[in-house]
């Protein structure tokens, strides 16, 4: 065996003279063990968390949208629908109408945004999936609507509720005089649906059918707003968005579901880098300890490095002892605490032992780039620290 490894391990597990040492070296155990399983928590939550958005957007979101450059109508022509149509990467795609209207319910205003959708939608998104009460949009019935549990609150609406119809106004476009009396376009519909997602979704949309949005807003046959696309599994949106925008042109622009949400994105991937600053702080100060430890176990054993340095043995091999020696305790700590950590991410995906509501566990993921993280993270911070501690040593140290 390594003779500087060696002697360490019999450091690492043998009593000291000085029982102050012992307790000092469990504490810097006890450090390391809980910064393990903490940095481990905290990713794995982080994780969990970024899932559970990530699939709140499946809801809300399509893998690709194609909007006008210019304006807010996009004209849909046989060029377009060859290309759509032919493209081996679309699972599905579906033209849709949005616009920002006004609603009225009893006396209560609302300013939200309709979207008129095709009958296709839900192999689009999963918006049908979300639906808390009532049912999603049927062809065989028109002037229905579907909203969000924002709106419903806000508006005091219900479902199929025949006696009172919600109204959706948009005014009328065009310049000159406009009477004050008859400046909207309004439409009377009855709600069947109401959906749930994250805040904004849920105050954001009313749900209709293509054709009542067109007659609403007045479209043309070919007009709309948008398409929105559904992708094949494992495929790069970002790569089909580039590759889509160079056959459709500068008259359209093709956006990904990141692009749709870029702030939504940067705002969860950058509470995941501060946390992971903070717990690695954490870590830092919990091996200062282990600095500590190192530097105590150094002085009650110079007696042995003289002895051992009286043998043959270098300053270098001797200082190796020591690294080692931090370095185990650091290796051994983290493993204790990574199993912790696994085995609490495994309870709480099983049991739901912390609960965000009384019906939504705290999500947490399992996942081998956050080990892989820690593993790193307190491998080389433990070296650090081992290499600062057994810096202390040198011939004038031992020869004393």
């Known amino acids: 065996m390594h003779f500087p ?24 155990s006890f450090g390391v063990i809980v910064g393990a399983l903490a940095l481990f928590i905290i990713l794995s ?33 046989k060029d377009i629908h060859q290309i759509l149509e032919n493209n081996t990467s679309i699972y599905a795609f579906s033209k849709v109408i949005e616009e920002r209207v006004f609603l009225e319910y009893n006396n209560k205003n609302e300013i939200a945004y309709i ?55 948009v005014p009328k476009s065009g310049t000159g005089f406009i009477n004050p009396l008859n400046a909207f376009y309004k439409m009377n519909l009855q709600v069947v649906g109401v959906y749930s997602g994250t805040e904004e979704f849920e105050s954001k949309f009313v749900f209709v059918s293509i054709n ?3 007659n609403l807003l007045h479209f043309k046959e070919n007009q709309f707003t948008g398409i929105e696309i559904k992708l094949k599994d494992n495929l790069d949106a970002n790569l089909f968005s580039e590759q889509l925008q160079e056959q459709l042109g500068s008259k359209f622009k093709v956006r990904t579901k990141q692009q749709l949400n870029e ?7 950058t509470e995941n880098f501060v946390s992971y600053l903070i717990f690695t702080l954490i870590v830092i100060i919990a091996l200062f300890n282990v600095i500590g430890a190192i530097i105590m176990m150094i002085i009650d054993k110079k007696s042995n490095l003289k002895t051992l340095f009286s043998l043959g043995a270098t300053i270098e091999e001797i200082k190796r002892i020591f690294v080692y020696q931090g370095f185990l305790l650091t290796f051994l ?19 739901g032992l912390f609960m965000i509501t009384q019906n939504l566990p705290y999500p947490v993921e399992f996942r081998i780039s956050n080990l892989f993280i ?14 600062i501690a057994s810096s202390r040593i040198n011939k004038d140290f ?3």
Do not use: C, H
């Not at 990574?338 to 309870?347: C, Q, T």
């Not at 820690?374 to 290499?387: D, M, P, Q, R, Y």
């Open 115 to 169: 979207k008129g959708v095709e009958e296709n939608y839900t192999s689009i998104t999963s918006i049908d999936s979300v639906l808390n009460t009532g049912n999603w949009l049927d062809k065989e019935f028109s002037k229905t609507a579907v909203v969000g549990n924002g709106i419903s609150r806000k508006l005091s609406l219900g479902i199929l509720n025949f006696g009172e119809p919600l109204s959706i106004m």
């Open 212 to 214: 009542d949005a067109r």
């Open 333 to 351: 700590g983290m493993i204790i605490g990574l199993s912790l950590g696994i085995l609490l991410v495994f309870l709480q995906k099983q049991f």
């Open 374 to 387: 820690v593993v790193v993270t307190i491998t080389v911070l433990g070296f650090i620290a081992s290499k």
């Open 5 to 28: 490894l060696y002697i360490a391990k019999r450091y690492l597990f043998s009593k000291t003279s000085t029982n102050a040492i012992n307790i000092i070296t469990i504490i810097a």
């Open 45 to 77: 939550g982080f994780s969990g968390l970024r899932s559970l958005s990530y699939s709140l957007l499946d809801v809300s979101d399509p893998d690709i949208k194609i909007t006008s450059s210019t304006g807010k109508k996009l004209l849909y022509t």
């Open 398 to 400: 031992i020869e004393k």
């Open 263 to 269: 702030v939504f994105y940067k705002v969860i991937n």
